[in-house]
Every structure is written in C-alpha cells, then in structure tokens.
C-alpha cells in the first residue's frame, strides 16, 4: 500500500541476498532505484531484473569504504534523478577470520577486525555522509540502516561483527538527532535489526557444508526462535516500506527488530 512514485532510492550492498530483495520492493512501490554494490556483474543481474518489470534502476560500481568513489557514485545518481529521498545501507558482513571457534580471540588479526567494521560501520557513515549532504540540501530524505540483532545482544563468535553493528545502532540515533535538528525535521534516520538470516556471512556458521544440515550452532538458534525458521530476506519489506513512508513521519532514531522472537526467548 506505500506509493513511493517520484522517489529515489539509493541502495548500498543493493546485489546481495538482503539488499536485491529491498531494490525490488522499493520499485515496485514506485521508487527509482539505484543499485550499488562492488561486483558489476551482480549489479546488472538485478537491474535487468528490475527493467524487465518495467521498473526504473540505474546500477553503480562503488566500495562504500571509499569515500572518492561513493562520491562519484553520487554525482551519477544525481545527473541521472536528480534527487535521493531513501537512502538505505545494507552492504555489511562478516568474515571467518574475524570470528572465533576455528580460532580462538587471542588470535584473530586486527586486520580481519578492521575489515569488518570498515565494511559495516564505516560503509554506512561515509554513504550517510554522502547522501545525506543532498538530504540535507534538500531539507528532506530518509536514511535507514542494516543492522542486526547481534548489536543488542552480542553473540558468540561473532565478535567484530556484533562490535560493528552495535556501532551502527548508536550512529543511527546520533544521526537522526542532528539531521532533524541542524537540517529538517523531514530527513529522518532508523534501522532494522534482522536477526537469524541465511547468507553468504554467516552460512559458514549455521549449516554443514557437507551434509547440508544444522551445525550445532544452527540447532541452537532453532530451538531459541518461537517462530522456528531463519528469515526470509521478503520479512524486512513491511518494516523497510513502513520506514521510509509518510506512515512513520514522526518515527526516527529507533532500532526495528525482526527475529522470529530469539531476543524475547530466554529459553525456559
């Protein structure tokens, strides 16, 4: 039921699992879409996909930890649409060296720990940087940040991770405090929090390359979610359109978890 027609929407990390999904629902509200992601192969799969709907997309080649090229990025989208109204981060992961078990803390490289909040912090402040400057300017826009319930309740293993994303939660609401208060009260900042969702990030960890089931982490997940199943990259669209609406026109600075209840079960 949102009408996004005559928006534009700039998605980071819009290729992957949980990104391409967003691209799609953004455009089929009505939205103009620019995809931006690091592998331009990937980028052209979903904007062709896009286009063959008759939706409207534009693809950029851009690494968000590069402030140079996420600049240039922007100039493309702006000759292009001339405005941004949505911006949404959603380029993030985790990497095994940056996680324990096969290693224990002592030993994980400050490097692979850079990696990860580079990618996941550092992404989202220098696109919230970019893009929010023509918000700014436009004394309207709404920015909404991928999170993860690993930033309210940290989770074994996952150590740069959980750090990076609980830093995501406090630039989110430190955002949303001064764009509503130096700028407009029409540029709003929140996030969503997804919780368990299979990806290229984290499938290491829940399913047996070999045999294909549950690791004994995965089990353990399961029997902690009341609504038993991982989540569905289409289980963030009615949070993500709600967002970025009129509907929530007085919500900024808030963290929207979905997680099938993992975080409200203790286990008893």
């Known amino acids: 039921m949102v009408d996004l027609t005559g928006k534009v929407a700039v998605v980071t990390g819009g290729s992957g699992a949980l990104g391409a999904v967003m691209c799609r629902a953004l455009a089929d509200a009505g939205a103009s879409v620019a995809v931006i992601a690091t592998t331009r ?7 062709n996909q896009l ?3 008759r939706r409207t997309a534009l693809g950029v080649t851009a690494d968000v930890t590069d402030p140079v090229a996420l600049g240039t990025a922007a100039d ?3 000759n292009a649409y001339g405005r941004v109204d949505i911006l949404v981060n959603a380029a993030g992961g985790n990497s095994p060296d940056a996680t324990t078990g096969a290693q224990t803390f002592f030993d994980v490289g400050i490097g692979a720990v850079e990696g990860v909040i580079g990618v996941n912090f550092n992404g989202t402040l220098i696109a919230s940087q970019i893009f929010g400057r023509i918000m700014a300017a436009q004394k309207a826009g709404n920015i909404v940040n991928i999170s993860s319930m690993a930033s309210i309740r940290p989770l074994t293993r996952v150590v740069a991770y959980s ?4 830093a995501v939660n406090n630039l989110t609401q430190w955002l949303a405090v001064y764009m509503a208060t130096e700028y407009s009260a029409n540029i ?3 996030a969503i929090a997804p919780g368990f969702f299979l990806g290229d990030q984290n499938r290491f960890l829940l399913i047996d390359p070999t045999t294909g089931d ?5 089990q353990q997940i399961m029997a902690h979610t ?9 289980d963030l669209i009615g949070a993500l359109l709600w967002l970025v609406s009129d509907d929530a026109r007085f919500v900024t600075g808030i ?8 975080s409200a079960y203790s286990g008893v």
């Open 51 to 53: 286009k063959e709907s």
């Open 76 to 78: 493309v989208i702006i």
């Open 255 to 262: 963290v929207v978890p979905i997680d099938g209840g993992f």
């Open 41 to 47: 192969e990937k980028i052209d799969q979903v904007v």
């Open 226 to 234: 009341p609504l038993g199943r991982f989540g569905d990259p289409e």
């Open 214 to 218: 549950l690791t004994p982490r995965g």
């Open 163 to 166: 750090a990076a994303k609980a």
């Open 188 to 190: 709003r900042v929140n």
